[in-house]
């Protein structure tokens, strides 16, 4: 494929989706993460599109919602380890909220098997990965029905959550920064987000590597309100998002990291940022999801292995 054909694919892609990750943009032209690099800076050159954190958005500061068909074919072994993660977070008995999104799907649908459950929602998607789960009990929100991502809003959905108290909140978005928080596109969903946050003693958002670094439109939680970050290690293969974490860190949000088994791929600084090395070669104990590294002072390490020690 010529590059102009490649970059036309790019543009396209970006425009129908909002936001893609380079890995997909490879994925889909065929060519290395490095020539899809190359593309994307030539395209922002010429204001077609703006360079984020391991992807690319449209132009304006912004990254637009996407639907949900795309949302599905976006980072879907990430969201699948994440989901993962996040339901041992889950306890027998727990009464929790989890807001709409295709990672909270994912997550749901590992849900069904934790007895004595209670689950409220807003998301079509959510209910019905749990609706043949003889031992959780899902609680559906009233309001309007939003077709593009299957879920409920509007000043129904708000009234229905008032007055509720839950352990856990689940939550996703379209964007995540320490500056900001979690951020979306829409403002009756950031609305009812805020909304079932509210109800919730702790925060926990799950957020792929292509939406930390992300902002947009309408702020949903504020950083401070959120209780824990659940990711993926991609995060850490890139200086920007590993220095985004750790911002969020600084801030005291516990990071947990979900592995996808990249140390398996090629590439000495993969295997690098994984294990939390520094130039010199690798720091010993990589910690697993849910364990801390050993405190090491600050700066004495890079941005990867500084956040490394937050992990939780």
């Known amino acids: 494929m010529?590059?102009?054909?490649?970059?036309?694919?790019i543009l396209e892609m970006v425009r129908a989706n909002g936001a893609v990750s380079l890995r997909e943009l490879a994925r889909v032209v065929q060519t290395s993460e490095v020539t899809v690099r190359r593309d994307v800076r030539a395209l922002e050159s010429e204001g077609l599109l703006d360079r984020r954190h391991g992807g690319a958005v449209l132009p304006g500061g912004f990254s637009r919602d996407p639907?949900?068909?795309?949302?599905?074919?976006?980072?879907t072994a990430e969201k699948s380890a994440i989901a993962d993660l996040a339901a041992d977070m889950v306890e027998e008995g727990d009464a929790i909220v989890v807001g709409a999104?295709?990672?909270?799907?994912e997550l749901a649908r590992r849900l069904a098997r934790v007895p004595g459950l209670t689950v409220v929602t807003n998301s079509l998607l959510v209910a019905q990965a749990l609706a043949h789960a003889n031992r959780v009990e899902v609680v559906m929100t009233g309001g309007t029905l939003r077709g593009s991502n299957y879920a409920l809003v509007g000043s129904g959905a708000e009234q229905s959550l008032a007055g509720l108290r839950v352990t856990k909140a689940f939550i996703s978005g379209s964007g995540l920064t320490a500056d900001r928080g979690l951020s979306t596109a829409n403002m009756l969903s950031a609305s009812?987000?805020?909304?079932?946050?509210?109800?919730?003693n702790e925060v926990i958002v799950l957020a792929d590597h292509t939406k930390l670094g992300t902002d947009s439109m309408f702020q949903t939680v504020a950083t401070e309100a959120i209780t824990r970050l659940v990711t993926d290690e991609r995060t850490l293969l890139d200086d920007l998002t590993s220095r985004e974490q750790h911002a969020l860190a600084d801030c005291g949000v516990q990071v947990s990291v979900?592995?996808?088994?990249?140390?398996?791929?090629?590439g000495a600084h993969q295997q690098a940022a994984r294990r939390g090395a520094g130039p010199s070669g690798p720091a010993p104990g990589s910690p697993l999801p849910g364990q801390r590294r050993p405190a090491a002072?600050?700066?004495?390490?890079?941005?990867?292995?500084?956040?490394?020690?937050?992990?939780?």
């Open 2 to 9: 010529f590059a102009a054909e490649r970059r036309q694919l």
């Open 67 to 75: 639907g949900y068909p795309q949302k599905t074919h976006l980072a």
């Open 101 to 105: 999104g295709t990672t909270t799907q």
């Open 192 to 200: 009812v987000d805020r909304a079932l946050v509210q109800a919730a």
């Open 258 to 266: 979900a592995s996808l088994g990249l140390a398996a791929e090629s």
């Open 297 to 312: 002072p600050h700066g004495a390490l890079p941005p990867a292995a500084r956040l490394a020690e937050r992990i939780r």
